[in-house]
């Protein structure tokens, strides 16, 4: 007897053969080629599948190659097995149902995940899973309900975390506006301080969200164009860019390949097998160093705009529950272990319910993106520079994902809530580039050249601004309650800061520093003076007088 037996005289085959049949055919619309998929009884007894090109079916003999080398229990007289496939080709064929490998939007109506279809095309298009699919990113359990109960506390504490969730739920809205640049958001800080926390409470909107389900920097260039493509329209997150071998040369290119939405074009060798890649998606990373203390030089201000740092305090200070804490009753430890315990029993609940709602109303919902995006720039005051309103409109698609989400009862916040959670956000990641108008050093020079050319006179109280400096002042020194200050004219200093947004990480940056005498809550101190144009009791910045050295006051 042969010992050389190349099909299976082991098992009864006669169900194999009844069960061998052509299950569907297939068109591959990112291909657009069209495929068989082939339904059989392995050698175990089990029902599997395997696809071929339609061209391959007009061998019969690499149809039953391949057939076997999938495990198929074919009959052992290869003459019969052969058999078994040409009567399965003689067969009538069934419809054709089209797959993609592309998550997300597919046209205006429908929505493509991994493990359902929405919209128009529900039924007629699936997810078609391709080589190296992890489907960890798309499993789900637990509720919705649950997800959005059990996470609300942990927000309400966090400005940080609401604005990750709502980079998740941002995803799905590029595609809306026709946006074709995405954005990479980057929290950085000290170990302990929750930053990995905010990836996986992001990552629980659509998928599974434990610690070992976050896809790192350790990847190749290919992989991250393959991960795009299977989270388009969603959030590609990456923890803890020290695990990136190639050191950090490779954050710009990360960062303009992922936001930029398109990755590497394909020979025609291999196009089919590796199709060119785009997408549209948000990104968080995490890491301990901002990007340019990595980098070790200045980035350019595109990837600034593209890749933005937020910095998180320190664990004594609450990390990533910097809101208020002293009053509230869990500590940051037990918020991570309520945000834990949740994402472990509740996760991927929330994606589709918020597409669906989407789709239910796509016409009003983007006309909304557009308006609360244009709030949000009126809002931080960077309508007038084409850099300020494209790191701001960043921010401003998540200031709508946040609110639009709360609306549609998928995010665990009331949408006033999620909007100012945004706006914090956004302050805190102006403050860490430095200003595109001046720093603290460059202003305080500015008012010293004004002191020096007599455009800031002392003015003690009572006494008018004389008539010859009514049209040239730009404030005045005067000793008050507090000591001696420096009133300066809102308008001018932002003049010097160059606009809005500069002129409010100025005082930011002066506050900071110390240098603010005194700052009411409109951005300014009250002080009756008569002379200057306007109203006699008007708002100014006031500097401590110690803000300048002393040099600087014996010249003035």
């Keep these: 007897m042969s010992t050389n037996v190349p099909f299976n005289d082991l098992f009864d085959t006669a169900s194999s053969v009844a069960s061998l049949r052509i299950d569907s055919i297939l068109h591959d619309i990112d291909t657009d080629q069209h495929e068989v998929r082939i339904a059989f009884q392995d050698l175990s007894g089990k029902q599997a599948s395997t696809t071929l090109l339609r061209s391959q079916l007009r061998r019969p ?7 076997m080398d999938r495990g198929w229990n074919a009959p052992a007289d290869p003459s019969a097995a052969k058999a078994a496939v040409e009567r399965m080709l003689r067969v009538p064929a069934p419809g054709i149902s089209k797959v993609t490998s592309r998550h ?7 929505y493509v995940h991994q493990a359902w279809t929405a919209g ?8 078609e899973r391709a080589s190296g699919d992890d489907d960890r990113a798309f499993l789900s359990a637990g509720s ?26 941002a995803g799905p809205l590029l595609d809306l506006i026709s946006e074709g640049e995405g954005a990479l958001f980057h929290f950085h800080g000290d170990s302990s301080t929750g930053k990995t926390g905010v990836l996986r409470c992001a990552a629980s909107v659509y998928g599974r969200a434990g610690k070992n389900d976050l896809p790192t920097f350790n990847m190749t260039d290919t992989a991250i164009d393959e991960m795009c493509v299977r989270r388009s329209d969603l959030c590609v997150l990456l923890d803890e860019e020290g695990q990136d071998p190639a050191g950090p040369d490779r954050r710009k290119s990360i960062a303009f390949k992922v936001a930029g939405g398109s990755g590497k074009s394909r020979s025609k060798s291999v196009k089919y097998h590796l199709p060119n890649s785009s997408w549209k998606v948000t990104g968080l990373t995490s890491g301990e160093t901002p990007l340019d203390s990595v980098s070790g030089r200045a980035r350019l201000r595109g990837e600034q705009a593209r890749y933005i740092d937020i910095p998180v305090p320190p664990e004594a200070e609450g990390g990533i529950f910097d809101r208020r804490w002293s009053s509230r009753r869990s500590s940051p430890t037990q918020l991570i272990a309520e945000a834990e315990a949740t994402i472990q029993a509740n996760y991927g609940v929330a994606l589709r319910p918020w597409v669906e709602w989407l789709l239910g109303q796509r016409a009003e919902a983007m006309e909304e993106v557009q308006i609360l995006r244009a709030r949000f720039i009126v809002t931080v005051g960077a309508e007038e520079q084409a850099w300020e309103t494209r790191f701001a409109n960043k921010f401003g698609l998540l200031y709508a994902a946040a609110d639009l989400a709360a609306r549609a009862g998928v995010a665990p916040w009331t949408p006033l809530f999620g909007r100012l959670s945004v706006l914090g956000t956004y302050r805190v990641a102006r403050r860490q580039i430095a200003s595109s108008g001046c720093g603290v050093s460059s202003f305080l020079a500015a008012v010293r050249t004004a002191m020096d050319e007599g455009r800031i006179p002392t003015l003690p109280a ?10 040239r002042a730009v404030g005045f020194q005067r000793t008050i309650g507090i000591g001696s200050v420096v009133a300066l004219d809102p308008g001018w200093v932002r003049g010097v800061a160059g606009s809005d947004v500069a002129c409010h990480v100025l005082r930011a940056q002066l506050k900071e520093a110390g240098h603010l005498a005194m700052n009411g809550p409109k951005g300014g101190t009250q002080i009756q003076v008569q002379g200057f144009p306007g109203s006699n009791r008007r708002r100014w910045l006031t500097l401590r007088y110690d803000a300048f050295s002393l040099a600087f006051l014996k010249s003035s």
Excluded: M, Q
């Design 104 to 110: 997300g939007w597919h046209g205006t109506n429908t």
């Design 144 to 169: 919705l309900e649950a997800w959005r109960e059990g996470l609300a506390g942990p927000c309400r504490w966090s400005r940080f975390l609401t604005t990750g969730i709502a980079a998740a739920f």
């Design 462 to 471: 009572g006494r008018k601004l004389p008539d010859g400096l009514r049209n």
């Design 61 to 67: 003999g690499d149809v039953l190659a391949k057939l």
């Design 120 to 127: 128009e095309e529900a039924g007629h298009l699936s997810y």
